[in-house]
């Protein structure tokens, strides 16, 4: 029952037409939480087990992750599975820059304090 309770938080900033944001219901439906304008895609399951909010705001490309477990480490790989970036976070929630990766596919992994790895993937 409490997974059913969890919905995701609309956040706005400035403009809502700027601003790509998540559904404002359980990931039920539907397999992969996405944002369409950068294909990013994401387990469902990880967005509802640790209560995720992302945004990804065109305005200045950034992408915006929050969650209810610390993030230990982020690793972005491109494509070729090549490492662009592996930076400590110690933090619940993290900023992407999307300006600065270069055009193309990649992989993010956030890794959290008990080892779990969560996978996502975008294209720039």
């Not at 700027?18 to 944002?35: C, D, G, K, Q, R």
């Amino acid at each position: 029952m409490k997974n059913l309770l969890l919905s995701f938080v609309l956040i706005t900033l400035l403009s809502p037409l700027n601003v790509s944001y998540a559904h404002t219901e359980p990931v039920l439906e539907t397999e992969f939480f996405s944002i369409e304008s950068i294909n990013f895609e994401l387990a469902g399951n990880y967005v509802a087990d640790y209560s995720m909010e992302i945004v990804f705001n065109e305005e200045n490309g950034n992408l915006g992750i929050t969650l209810n477990k610390e993030v230990s480490f982020l690793k972005v790989m491109n494509a070729d599975n090549t490492l662009e970036f592996q930076l400590p976070v110690y933090s619940k929630s993290l900023i992407l820059d999307l300006d600065d990766f270069i055009q193309g596919d990649y992989k993010l992994n956030l890794k959290l304090d008990n080892d779990t790895v969560i996978p996502a993937s975008f294209t720039k």
